[in-house]
């Protein structure tokens, strides 16, 4: 098939325009001498599911706006393989996430800089995370940011009773978890604005879609990084039938996720080059850290059926839905107007620690698949889902073949290491002692899930096998620091110039937070040093 030129020279190439995309977008094409090329493989974002907020349950298999990836069969996990969903439309995964907006704690880019991200430290990331936001201005946080984060508007009488079961548990209200400390119990901050999703297409790139020098390309498959002289050139990719090599005078930005990145950085042989000539390509850079260190939060869940009939499992059957979609379509407000995590907590599974190793979420519902969410169940329930914060287990992603469209063997090896499993087994018996709280057990008409004779280590730790699942924050493929990582402290890929990666690929360590705000900030920091600021 014959390769056409696209459009001239760029200065910037960017890579998907999911998280990081769009803010590279917004803050490179500021600078109006910029030419600035933004390449997506998914479409516009224009359905209703993308912007209902409880429409996250219909797009997290819809191929329409999803790539709809799997894990290979987990030996730590009972060889089950696992759905995993990752955003293919503008705003890529914040079109379909569950919204909640979680930066990570100090300690966790702290220790990024101690481990050779030089320039990474909580106090050099703060400026760029308070310039995302627009939620409240002080010290911690930032107000008049484009990214729009919102506090839940009305407490649902059960998720009350959690954060008073909190207390008794010893765990004090905390006001603003993306403060100065996260441990304790809250409601989850979200990207909702107004009843609708706002995610990271709404807030950074619909603003400035009439820039000169933006130029926006949808339905574009990239096939491979074009490279000569030891420097990426441009990026070749499909659209419309027809195959186009665009041209980057200027610098490549990968942006394009933890598991589209290093994909396409192997199969244009700039991976392992053991891998490269494994599929027939030629070695243009050996970088055999690309595809490694995969990393993820794996969640538990704790499930009770609820006494009386006042949980979300209620409101989203007819006709009561029918009443809630009228509701939001007149007012933006009601059940749809809900992320899918009303409340959770930070916490310790041990009291010698320093830090909270797990995170949990609250919901009053309950579902009828593994993981957190699924299809809600027909009778009245409450689910605490949990999960380690830092998991010590270690992935991978790698091409199986040499043509990019085929997806790449996905494998996180969740529960492979001794600590993990350890940690799965105390977050569920914390949970239990949440949901055992007197606060708690007057809703409570009997634990469904695991079962109340599931009580030894090695039950739980059972159950966790078989029934946990991701909570789709892979991150960690093309790590970032030091000699020995493939991508420099800066975001440059080591062995060719011209090329940066910015998304949550490059995190070294998995964040003790949802991924999406930390991604974001890495964008934001990227585009920072690119334009030569001290924050973007």
Same mark, same amino acid.
């Given at each position: 098939?014959?390769?056409?030129?696209?459009?001239?020279d760029?200065?910037?190439?960017?890579?998907?325009?999911?998280?990081a995309?769009?803010v590279?977008?917004?803050?490179?094409?500021?600078?109006?001498?910029?030419?600035?090329?933004?390449?997506?493989?998914?479409?516009?974002?224009?359905?209703?599911?993308?912007?209902?907020?409880?429409?996250?349950l219909?797009?997290?298999?819809?191929?329409?706006?999803?790539?709809?990836?799997?894990?290979?069969?987990?030996?730590?996990?009972?060889?089950r393989?696992?759905?995993?969903?990752?955003?293919?439309?503008?705003?890529?995964?914040s079109?379909?996430?569950?919204?909640?907006?979680?930066?990570?704690?100090?300690?966790?880019?702290d220790?990024?800089?101690?481990?050779?991200?030089?320039?990474?430290?909580?106090?050099d990331?703060?400026?760029?995370?308070?310039s995302?936001?627009?939620?409240?201005?002080?010290?911690?946080?930032?107000?008049?940011?484009?990214?729009?984060?919102?506090?839940?508007?009305?407490?649902h009488?059960?998720?009350?009773?959690?954060?008073?079961g909190?207390?008794?548990c010893?765990?004090?209200?905390?006001?603003?978890?993306?403060g100065?400390?996260?441990?304790?119990?809250?409601?989850?901050?979200?990207?909702?604005?107004?009843?609708?999703?706002?995610?990271?297409?709404s807030?950074?790139?619909?603003?400035?879609?009439?820039?000169?020098?933006?130029?926006?390309?949808?339905?574009?498959?990239?096939?491979?990084?074009?490279?000569?002289?030891?420097?990426?050139?441009?990026?070749?990719?499909?659209?419309?039938?027809?195959?186009?090599?665009?041209?980057?005078?200027?610098?490549?930005?990968?942006?394009?996720?933890?598991?589209?990145?290093?994909?396409?950085?192997?199969?244009?042989?700039?991976?392992?080059?053991?891998?490269?000539?494994?599929?027939g390509?030629?070695?243009?850079?050996?970088?055999?850290?690309?595809?490694?260190?995969l990393?993820?939060?794996?969640?538990?869940?704790?499930?009770?059926?609820?006494?009386?009939p006042?949980?979300?499992?209620?409101?989203?059957?007819?006709?009561?839905?029918?009443?809630?979609?009228?509701?939001?379509?007149?007012?933006?407000?009601?059940?749809?107007?809900?992320?899918?995590?009303?409340?959770?907590a930070?916490?310790?599974?041990?009291?010698?620690?320093?830090?909270?190793?797990?995170?949990?979420?609250?919901?009053?519902?309950?579902?009828?698949?593994?993981?957190?969410?699924?299809?809600?169940?027909?009778?009245p329930?409450?689910?605490?889902?949990?999960w380690?914060?830092?998991?010590?287990?270690?992935?991978?992603?790698?091409?199986?073949?040499?043509?990019?469209?085929?997806?790449?063997?996905?494998?996180?090896?969740?529960?492979?290491?001794? !600590?993990? #499993?350890?940690?799965?087994?105390? &977050? @569920?018996?914390? /949970?239990?002692?949440?949901?055992?709280? $007197?606060a708690?057990? =007057?809703?409570?008409?009997a634990?469904?899930?695991?079962?109340?004779?599931?009580?030894?280590?090695?039950?739980?730790?059972?159950?966790?096998?078989?029934?946990?699942?991701?909570?789709?924050?892979?991150?960690?493929?093309?790590?970032?620091?030091?000699?020995?990582a493939?991508?420099?402290? !800066?975001? #440059?890929?080591?062995?060719?110039? &011209? @090329?940066?990666? /910015?998304?949550?690929s490059?995190?070294? $360590?998995?964040?003790? =937070?949802?991924?999406?705000?930390?991604?974001m900030?890495?964008?934001?920091?990227?585009?920072?040093?690119?334009?030569?600021q001290?924050?973007?």
């Open positions: 098939m014959s390769v056409e030129p696209f459009e001239g760029w200065d910037h190439i960017i890579v998907g325009a999911g998280s995309g769009c590279l977008a917004n803050r490179l094409t500021a600078d109006p001498r910029r030419r600035v090329l933004l390449l997506e493989s998914g479409g516009e974002a224009r359905h209703p599911y993308l912007h209902v907020p409880a429409g996250f219909k797009t997290f298999r819809d191929p329409r706006f999803n790539w709809n990836f799997s894990t290979e069969p987990g030996p730590g996990v009972d060889g393989a696992m759905h995993t969903p990752r955003g293919r439309v503008l705003g890529g995964s079109a379909i996430n569950g919204h909640l907006w979680v930066r990570g704690s100090a300690r966790d880019f220790d990024w800089a101690q481990a050779g991200c030089r320039g990474w430290s909580h106090a990331v703060l400026p760029h995370f308070r995302l936001e627009d939620y409240r201005d002080d010290a911690h946080r930032g107000a008049g940011g484009p990214q729009h984060v919102s506090d839940i508007p009305a407490l009488p059960i998720v009350a009773a959690f954060l008073e909190g207390a008794e010893g765990l004090a209200r905390n006001p603003d978890y993306n100065a400390a996260q441990e304790g119990v809250f409601t989850y901050q979200r990207s909702i604005r107004r009843g609708r999703r706002f995610s990271a297409a807030a950074f790139l619909a603003p400035i879609r009439n820039r000169a020098n933006l130029r926006i390309v949808t339905g574009a498959m990239v096939l491979r990084i074009e490279t000569a002289l030891g420097r990426a050139t441009g990026i070749t990719f499909a659209r419309d039938g027809r195959v186009q090599t665009a041209h980057a005078k200027g610098e490549i930005v990968l942006a394009a996720g933890a598991i589209g990145s290093p994909h396409l950085l192997q199969v244009s042989g700039l991976g392992p080059a053991a891998l490269s000539q494994a599929l390509l030629p070695v243009i850079a050996n970088n055999p850290g690309i595809g490694e260190n990393q993820d939060h794996y969640a538990m869940r704790v499930v009770h059926r609820v006494t009386r006042v949980t979300l499992n209620e409101q989203a059957r007819p006709p009561r839905l029918w009443w809630e979609m009228a509701r939001w379509l007149l007012t933006r407000r009601g059940m749809l107007a809900y992320s899918p995590a009303h409340a959770g930070f916490a310790r599974s041990r009291g010698t620690l320093d830090e909270p190793d797990l995170q949990f979420v609250f919901t009053p519902a309950s579902y009828s698949e593994e993981g957190v969410t699924g299809q809600l169940q027909d009778v329930g409450m689910t605490i889902g949990v380690q914060c830092r998991p010590e287990s270690r992935g991978f992603v790698r091409a199986r073949d040499a043509d990019p469209r085929q997806a790449p063997a996905i494998q996180p090896n969740y529960l492979m290491a001794a !600590e993990d #499993r350890e940690a799965a087994i105390n &977050g @569920l018996r914390i /949970a239990r002692r949440l949901l055992g709280t $007197r708690l057990a =007057a809703w409570s008409a634990e469904t899930a695991p079962g109340a004779g599931q009580v030894s280590d090695d039950a739980l730790l059972a159950y966790a096998r078989a029934k946990g699942a991701t909570v789709y924050h892979l991150c960690g493929t093309c790590r970032m620091g030091g000699e020995g493939p991508v420099t402290p !800066e975001l #440059r890929l080591r062995g060719v110039d &011209g @090329l940066l990666v /910015a998304d949550a490059v995190m070294p $360590r998995i964040v003790s =937070a949802n991924t999406n705000a930390t991604t900030m890495i964008a934001a920091k990227a585009a920072a040093m690119m334009l030569g001290p924050c973007g």
